[in-house]
């Protein structure tokens, strides 16, 4: 089981990026899949969370508007498009599963995570 999360680098404010989370060893069908950050000297944080049941979606209020989670079943890969990107979205983002089909916002209760893959927003 494996997830590979990639799509991070450098962008200016205002910019965008598309983070993508394939899956490998396991369907998505079957699991949630949720995307946090973890900002130096800071906890990590849930980003935005999907379900494999409903589609039901969560996002962080700071990220609403600007981000947006989706699932490509065929490809078995979520996506976080950002946009509008602010300084203070600057992290290392990590996705991750449950060993169930409906998100947690919390770190707790996943077990299955990506390496991480860095977002900068400087100018």
């Known amino acids: 089981v494996q997830l590979q999360a990639s799509g991070g680098g450098l962008v200016q404010p205002g910019g965008s990026l598309r983070l993508s989370c394939a899956a490998s060893?396991?369907?998505?069908?079957?699991?949630?899949i949720g995307w946090f950050r973890q900002a130096p000297g800071k906890e990590r944080e849930a980003v935005s969370c999907?379900?494999?049941?409903?589609?039901?979606?969560y996002y962080t209020d700071s990220v609403k508007g600007r981000f947006t989670i989706s699932r490509d079943v065929a490809d078995n890969t979520v996506y976080l498009q950002m946009s509008s990107l602010k300084p203070e979205d600057t992290a290392v983002y990590y996705c991750?599963?449950?060993?169930?089909?409906?998100?947690?916002?919390?770190?707790?209760?996943?077990?299955?995570w990506g390496q991480g893959t860095q977002v900068t927003v400087s100018s």
């Open positions: 991750a599963a449950p060993r169930r089909e409906y998100y947690y916002v919390r770190t707790m209760g996943y077990n299955y």
């Open positions: 060893g396991f369907i998505l069908d079957y699991h949630a």
């Open positions: 999907i379900s494999s049941s409903d589609g039901s979606k």
